[in-house]
């Protein structure tokens, strides 16, 4: 397994992840009650030896990049609100709000995770979510931080932007009306798209595999569906409940 340090230095973009597909879904927060997108789940992600830990970035009033999933937090709205307004209501287990920054520092301390930076589009203007894409890529090259990271948006146009500006970045559109082939003109790497959509559209899976686009899907918390993801060989699961889903891809057969 590549070090860590050397990477950082040469970003070679090698590092090698676990070999599973358990994508953890804002983390792995469930089962021991840390709060979503917190350093605590990200933590527990990495303990599990999960392959990915996905985590939602929004943009605020005052151009910080913070890691929460809704568009409010603690009633307010976090495109509308400055970073120091908003850390003045902590998480459940007492951590601030954290920073894309802060988690992506604290992910890149290991080798065997990586970290799914879903991008948020802005509720504000198309604009303001291409200024945050710019900044999104502009933190993780100042952070050499490029080996640990997928982007994954709801935004195409965040992504073809992430794309302009690191044409190597692996990206992957979660909205899912695009065929694979589609997104493959466009550069993109990965389609990454509800569990529904996939049963609906049960081609686009061998059409991704033809075209060399990796499969992932969410959020998938059954036992049988999981199976039916295992059995159809998808590069990643994302889900609420990571434990359940090493328990059946460890399970003999």
């Known amino acids: 397994m590549t070090n860590c340090s050397s990477s950082k230095k040469t970003n070679t973009r090698a590092l090698s992840f676990a070999p599973n597909q358990v994508v953890a879904h804002r983390?792995?927060?469930?089962?021991?009650?840390v709060p979503e997108n917190s350093i605590a789940s990200l933590k527990e992600a990495v303990r599990l030896g999960c392959t990915g830990s996905e985590f939602d970035v929004h943009f605020t009033a005052d151009d910080s990049l913070v890691v929460a999933h809704d568009n409010t937090h603690f009633g307010k709205t976090i495109a509308a609100t400055s970073y120091a307004t908003l850390i003045k209501d902590r998480l459940t287990n007492g951590e601030k709000l954290p920073t894309a920054r802060e988690y992506l520092l604290e992910g890149m301390k290991q080798n065997k995770t990586m970290l799914v930076y879903e991008l948020k589009p802005s509720v504000v203007s198309k604009e303001r979510g291409q200024i945050a894409a710019q900044k999104t890529v502009e933190l993780v090259k100042e952070l050499n931080a490029q080996p640990?990271?997928?982007?994954?948006?709801?935004?195409y146009d965040m992504l073809k932007k992430i794309l302009e500006l690191d044409p190597k970045a692996k990206t992957a559109y979660l909205n899912g009306e695009k065929p694979p082939a589609e997104v493959k003109k466009d550069g993109i790497w990965g389609i990454d798209y509800n569990h529904r959509v996939f049963q609906n559209n049960p081609e686009w899976i061998q059409e991704a595999k033809d075209n060399n686009i990796t499969l992932n899907v969410w959020t998938v918390n059954k036992a049988e569906d999981m199976q039916w993801y295992i059995d159809h060989k998808f590069d990643y699961i994302t889900t609420d409940e990571p434990e359940l889903l090493f328990e059946l891809l460890t399970k003999p057969k």
């Open 148 to 155: 640990w990271v997928m982007y994954i948006s709801f935004d």
């Open 27 to 33: 983390g792995a927060f469930k089962k021991n009650h």
